[in-house]
């Protein structure tokens, strides 16, 4: 049995097995069903104390059915002399998405626990199954459907769903959930980081009805490296043997009938022609349609090849430069996690007006919808999992959590075409423990997907006026990637930092995950002071100069597209809780620097073009 395969059935068991408390696995492209968004405005109640969820001996009420008192019941007062002590009726609003820091002032710096409740009809038909999903939870969530607890789940970006099938009543139904986002050293991310610790329900929510037996998951995708042959599966929720199975492309006039096997999986693996490729420059996507006896569900795909070979990175067989820019799933603007397809179209668009052809969504999996945007607009993606900084790498249960992020990312992004890297990490210090955490997470991605490229941003160390990278992780992955922040951190002025040069040990293509410096946007002054937007467009020249002395150079997704709040960043006239290093400012003004990138992706772009 190949790797693949028995991944695959691995997820599948788990996926219908529908264990109480734990997160089922995910229904691919569950947003094209029919759905009830139970977006809007939320009910929330702000608990410090975890008074909901606690009783006076700090015993969780919702371990005992006896006890009485758990927010969670959404009680209401029956008899006069009842004592409840809270309501959510009569407590505030939030809108869902929306993080809660955002959008109460007395909330800006909150972590910790609020109860979220929505109310909603249901008419549930029998027969039919029922799944309630959330885009996100920052960051452990406790879910509970009509004051019975259907699941727990960790990870603020990454999507959970239970099924609620049985669960539903006909006519008002009352879903709460308790979401914490306190910091903890033991989880991913750990306690350390530079962003905002947004809580809350930050993606969309809605209730999707499915027939009993359902398209649980698909893939379908170009084989590595082969632009005639589209492999994958389609893998229904039940085991059930013998199923007829169709994945059709009309527009190619392409069909194909696949059989479940007992698992209730069919593989595809079959030849295509004709196929428009999906490159940044021509972002086919094509209507692919998967059908079964009781579902037909669409989707929007792309087909491309990438792999690398020695140097270079190859997009459907040609070398590609990865004109790129960083990104937080964060509006400057509004300061807050981006809400609507506006917000994502304008932080792209941003960053298409500035030549890329290439994001780094970091350091966490961003929305779904941004995916799928870039997708559509023409973007490559560099995607990641908040393995960030100094984590509890010999802890086990922090490194199942990482593996299941991981594991949540890939199963979700799988058919998106702009997705070309799987990021396990971002500057993780070199250590006996790390190495092992890290390798295994690298194996780990390159078991889920063999067709894209694994990497993480590492870091370098200097000797001299060497910048040097020798983390034996490189050994694994198939991109160079580190952040370096000469003229910044360290190495003086911005003009000094082109005396450096580059010990690379790795003869791989290099792909500069972070470069960049602070700078207040309308701040003027010479190039020498910081925080200055000279300062920023000498250090952004003199990097470019510098990174040009490396002849493997693929590509850089520069720290970084717009100015991010973190509670790190301190200087009361610079900074006042705002990381600078954005090239458009909170305003969305841009800096002088955004021009340098903009001038340089333009010629790069223009280089390659001549590139066989
Ligand atoms: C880094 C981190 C990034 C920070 C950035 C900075 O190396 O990867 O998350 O925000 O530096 O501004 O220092």
Redesign the pocket.
Known sequence: MSKKYCWILLVTVLAISNSTHAQQNLIQNIQSRKILSLNGKWNYIVDPYENGYYDYRHEPFDQSASKTGGFYDDRQQKEKSELIEYDFDHSPTINVPGDWNSQAEKLEFYEGTVWLRRQFNASPVDGNRYYIYFGAANYEAHVYLNGKKLGVHKGGFTPLQYEVTGKLKVGVNSVVVKVDNTRRQDEIPTIN???WNYGGLTRDVFLAELPKQFIADYQVQLAKGNTQRIEGFVQLSDSVAGRKVNISIPELKWNLEVTTDQFGRAPIGSKISKLSLWSPESPKLYTVTVSSNEEKIQDKIGFRTIETSGNNILLNGKSVFLRGISLHDENPLLAGRLRSEGDMRMMLQWAKDMNCNYVRL??YPHNEEMVSLADEMGLLVWAEVPV?WTISWTNPGTYKNAEQQLTDLIVRDKNRASVIVWSIG??TPLSEPRHVFMGKLAEHARLLDQTRLIAA?LEVHREGKTIILNDPLGEKIDLVSF?E?AGW?WGGTPKEITAYQFNIKYNKPVVIT?F?G?ALGGFHADEDTRWSEEYQEALYKNQIILLSKIDALRGMTP??LTDFR?PRRQHPIYQNFW?R?GLISETGKKKKAYYVLQDYYKQMEAKYKQVK
């Open positions: 980081t530079d962003w970091a350091h960030y971002n500057e941003a952040n922040y951190y972070e960049g602070d720290w970084i973190s990381n290093k």
